[in-house]
């Protein structure tokens, strides 16, 4: 079955940089879009990222634009989310979440890694 | 503000009938997708398209669209039904997405 497993998060100080992985599972990885979704604590869900199959396309929320990175490695199964410059408000659980078979919304979610943005 | 909006909150009697709403022109374009979110647990899917249940969710389930409004129908509420939903749709560039702020539903 389809097993999505996030890590990289941790408490990082305003202005640092993580990378944020999500190992992928159970399915035909380099066939699926990928998204990054987030949800601050206690708040809803707020869509983030999506890098197209092939990885030639990548697309942003504003929030966050200019700021992530989102990439692929298709030899590991591996979507990446590159962090930089963070701020207080970044504080969220990171989600990936792969595309459905007949839907380009995300489908299948990881559980999700914390991040905290605290000095 | 969202450009998905839902009501915060919304509570039915066990075995009732509820609508969870979601407005937003982007509705007029494209489909919503529906998601339920326990505490401590990731989003699942639950509805999607103009008539998608997946695999799994009950049939008691169900969705609809009119005009600038998506609704997910809980047709017979059960206890495990309480969760927040979340509506969600392509944005107006129709590469990105948006998740309406999410509905709390309890079941009395």
């Known amino acids: 079955q389809v097993q999505l497993v996030e890590s990289g998060g941790g408490v990082v100080q305003p202005g640092r940089s993580l990378r944020l992985s999500c190992a992928a599972s159970g399915f035909t990885f380099i066939k699926y879009d990928m998204h990054w979704v987030r949800q601050a604590p206690g708040k809803g869900l707020e869509w983030v990222a999506v890098?197209?199959?092939?990885?030639?396309?990548?697309y942003y929320a504003d929030s966050v634009k200019g700021r992530f990175a989102i990439s692929r490695d298709d030899s590991k199964d591996t979507v990446y989310l590159q962090v930089n410059s963070l701020r207080a408000e970044d504080t969220a659980v990171y989600h990936c979440?792969?595309?459905?078979?007949?839907?380009?919304?995300?489908?299948?979610w990881g559980l999700g890694t914390l991040v905290t943005v605290s000095s | 503000s969202s450009a998905l909006t839902q009501d915060p909150a919304v509570s039915v009697a066990l075995g009732q009938t509820v609508s969870i709403t979601c407005q937003g022109d982007l509705l007029r374009t494209y489909y919503a997708s529906w998601y339920q979110q326990k505490p401590g647990q990731a989003p699942v899917i639950v509805f999607y398209g103009q008539t998608y249940r997946p695999s799994g969710i009950p049939v008691r389930f169900s969705g609809s669209t009119s005009g600038n409004t998506a609704s997910l129908t809980i047709t017979g509420a059960q206890a495990e039904d309480e969760a927040d939903y979340y509506c969600?749709?392509?944005?107006?560039?129709?590469?990105?997405?948006?998740f309406g702020g999410g509905t709390k539903l309890t079941v009395l």
């Open positions: 969600n749709s392509r944005d107006t560039s129709g590469n990105r997405w948006v």
């Open positions: 979440a792969k595309e459905g078979a007949d839907i380009s919304a995300p489908y299948h």
């Open positions: 890098i197209s199959q092939d990885g030639r396309k990548t």
